[in-house]
């Protein structure tokens, strides 16, 4: 008998599901889940772990992003920036690790170079064993695919991260650029070899890769491993209950959750998820939405809804969630202390509400900040995030026949105005172009710049 837990679990959903339903098969292989820990008696909830079959790890169901560490306001000449607030990382660190929580997943790109560096401070202060470090080679400009450039940015990646080795290294945003640039970066220069000596030799233990935009090279990647050219030991996707079904209607280039879930499931590759809320998207969805979820389970968060669907496939290692917060934290490891799987019926009611959602024109920017800086200080992310909210809220009239308009019309410019500077907002924005090739979700951003600035105009100058 397999001592595979994957395997294992596999087996008890087919017998769960009736593999001889074929309908009831494949509606159900797209969420199941192991069975969560079971809360010790008189004690602390625990969380939610998964093995990782190729190498032991148990993991926890909450994985920590480190892409939107909290920064704090410092002076810089006459003008004020931000930088990450290293007491604060360490406090949320030292939180998340008591409760359990021990993946925790950054990048050379994220926070502005500056992510690793402040990980490594924080996860530094705690036993090697008691974590797992997921980073990745993210050579997405050209002046870092030869080989010597390339094998800097890992190496860099380990002094920042006060480890001899990475647990989990990521091939990062393969398909963001087509074939040609996953050549570029990693088989024309030899990285990929490199990449697996260095696994051979321990200083990586586990290699998968991230994945966005072009299906091709993520088909290319999984039949590498059919032919036996390469063993990925781990994959990242972007998955929630908007994008299960719904990708390619958000953006023609995306690729439906269903799909990459299922191609990795089939091959026993444990899937780690990205964008569980969709940049916050989940976490502020239509009034009318959220009052049906709140009917339906009254004390939980709308956010929570999204973690647990992330969380209920089985084979999933891992949800990451980028936590500034505290409150998120604390919210996100209740949500899996342990993990309550989503039911068929709520599985259903989530597919309705996507239908909902996708009613509204919201921007599909999950805040990943790859645009950002902008050469010409437009804060993309905090326009795009405002509209998003007050479409979803109501407060976006289309005419001043409507007999709200007054209301959300002063709501929309006061939101506006409070949450991005005047000199930072979307009538700035000169069309350069220098945002639209680093959007992993392919928004054609100075278009949608300049439909928000029209429309701020108009509600400022009262045509509308």
């Known amino acids: 008998m397999s001592n595979d837990p994957f395997d294992h679990t596999r087996r008890r959903f087919l017998r769960n599901a009736g593999i001889f339903s074929m309908a009831g098969a494949l509606a159900a292989c797209g969420l199941r889940t192991n069975e969560p820990d079971k809360q010790k008696e008189n004690g602390p909830r625990e969380m939610t772990r998964r093995t990782n079959h190729n190498t032991g790890d148990s993991v926890s169901l909450l994985g920590y992003g480190c892409m939107r560490l909290p920064t ?22 030292d939180y998340a690790i008591a409760n359990g929580v021990n993946y925790f997943d950054t990048s050379p790109a994220y926070c502005k170079g500056h992510s690793e560096e402040a990980m490594g401070i924080a996860l530094s202060r705690h036993p090697r064993q008691s974590y797992y470090i997921a980073t990745k080679l993210s050579n997405f400009a ?88 390469v063993h990925w030991d781990f994959a990242q996707i972007q998955l929630n209950y908007l994008d299960w079904k719904h990708a390619k209607e958000i953006n023609p ?145 289309r005419d001043s026949s409507d007999p709200h308009y007054a209301d959300a019309r002063r709501r929309f410019l006061f939101g506006y105005d409070r949450s991005v500077p005047r000199l930072r907002q979307a009538d700035r924005c000169i069309i350069c172009g220098a945002c639209v090739t680093h959007c992993p979700q392919t928004i054609p951003i100075p278009t949608r710049l300049k439909q928000i600035a029209a429309y701020a105009e108009s509600l400022r100058a009262g045509t509308l």
């Open 72 to 93: 704090k306001k410092i002076k810089t000449g006459n003008e004020a920036d931000d930088e990450i607030d290293q007491e604060a990382v360490n406090e949320l660190t």
């Open 142 to 229: 050209e002046s870092t695919w030869p080989r010597q450039k390339s094998m800097e940015m890992f190496e860099n990646s380990l002094r920042y991260l006060q480890t001899d080795y990475i647990d989990y290294l990521l091939l990062h945003g393969i398909g963001m650029s087509g074939m040609k640039a996953y050549d570029g970066r990693y088989v024309d220069n030899g990285i990929l070899d490199y990449l697996k000596e260095q696994k051979e030799k321990g200083t990586i233990r586990n290699l998968g890769f991230s994945y966005h935009g072009d299906v091709e090279v993520f088909d290319h990647l999984l039949a590498m491993m059919d032919r036996g050219e």
């Open 253 to 397: 280039r995306n690729t439906d959750a269903e799909y990459l879930y299922n191609e990795l499931h089939r091959r026993n590759i444990p899937v780690v998820i990205m964008e569980p809320l969709l940049g916050g998207r989940l976490a502020s969805v239509p009034k009318p939405v959220a009052a049906k979820m709140k009917e339906r389970r009254p004390d939980d968060s709308i956010a929570s809804w999204a973690f647990r669907y992330a969380g209920t496939p089985e084979g999933i290692l891992t949800v990451l969630s980028g936590m500034t917060y505290m409150e998120h934290l604390q919210e996100n490891i209740a949500t899996y202390s342990p993990l309550q799987p989503i039911s068929d019926d709520e599985d259903a009611f989530l597919q309705r509400m996507a239908l909902e959602i996708l009613q509204n024109d919201t921007v599909p920017c999950t805040d990943c900040k790859y645009c950002m800086p902008c050469p010409y200080g437009i804060d993309i992310p905090g326009i795009f995030a405002h509209y998003n909210r007050c479409i979803n809220d109501g407060n976006v009239p």
